[in-house]
């Protein structure tokens, strides 16, 4: 036994609204790791559909790692979404062209309007029912983002973050616990080796992950 398929689309066969989610993807500027699934109360494919403003000639991504679980209703609010604050209108003028693109004086839409960058999810985090994640935010391996939350700003490893907008509320381990597990980066292991060792990481014993782990081998997915 080696786990499920991480290239099936539903490794649950009766229950079709949850998906490995990679597999569902068709926009080429979203990339997402294996065994990380989307489960809808409607409709998978509304996944894509709540990646917000999500313009190709921005050029921003939405990355997201193996083993990550998102919830009905969460939203990625991406780059398109931003205007300028500085001018006396907030109103994007050039996108409209016919002669009011003569406020870009050269510059590319990104130039112009600004970008914050990728959105990046770590491994192993669970994003809870209707969060929002704001542009350019980055959340760390293994936190958990709480239901309704909206993400406006980084999370750290291993953080429990909530609200909006979203605080931190506690780190679910201490930080040599969080650096030891960071080391480990499980979520590269190959399936066999998951599978060995799926006990242990369904446990609180990070010792005996570790010894597990070393005796196994070293054997990765980059």
């Given amino acids: ?14 229950h079709r609204k949850l998906v490995f989610l990679k597999n569902l993807i068709t926009r080429p500027n979203i990339i997402v790791g294996d065994y990380t699934y989307y489960d809808d109360f409607e409709d998978p494919a509304n996944f894509e559909r709540d990646v917000l ?22 939203k990625f609010i991406m780059n398109g979404g931003g205007h300028e604050t500085k001018p006396l209108s907030t109103y994007p003028f ?4 016919a002669g009011w693109e003569v406020v870009t004086e050269g510059l590319t839409a ?25 542009p350019g935010v980055r959340i760390g ?30 780190k679910r381990f201490d930080d040599m616990t969080i650096a030891r597990l960071n080391a480990l980066a499980w979520w590269n292991w190959d399936a066999e080796k998951i599978t060995r060792n799926v006990q242990l990481l369904n446990s609180i014993d990070l010792d005996a992950l570790e010894k597990a782990a070393s005796d196994s081998g070293s054997s990765t997915v980059q």
């Fill in 110 to 134: 990104a130039e112009k309007y600004g970008t914050k960058g990728d959105t990046v999810v770590g491994h192993d985090v669970w994003i809870g029912h209707g969060a929002t994640i704001m």
């Fill in 53 to 74: 403003y999500h313009f190709e000639f921005l050029g921003d991504k939405l990355i997201i790692g193996n083993f990550c679980a998102i919830a009905s209703g969460v």
């Fill in 1 to 14: 036994m080696h786990g499920p398929d991480p290239n099936t689309l539903h490794p649950l066969p009766h």
């Fill in 141 to 170: 391996n293994g936190a958990i983002i709480a239901t309704m939350s909206v993400v406006t700003k980084d999370v750290p490893d291993y953080a429990i973050v909530g609200g909006n907008p979203a605080q931190l509320i506690r």
């Fill in 94 to 97: 050039a996108i409209f062209r």
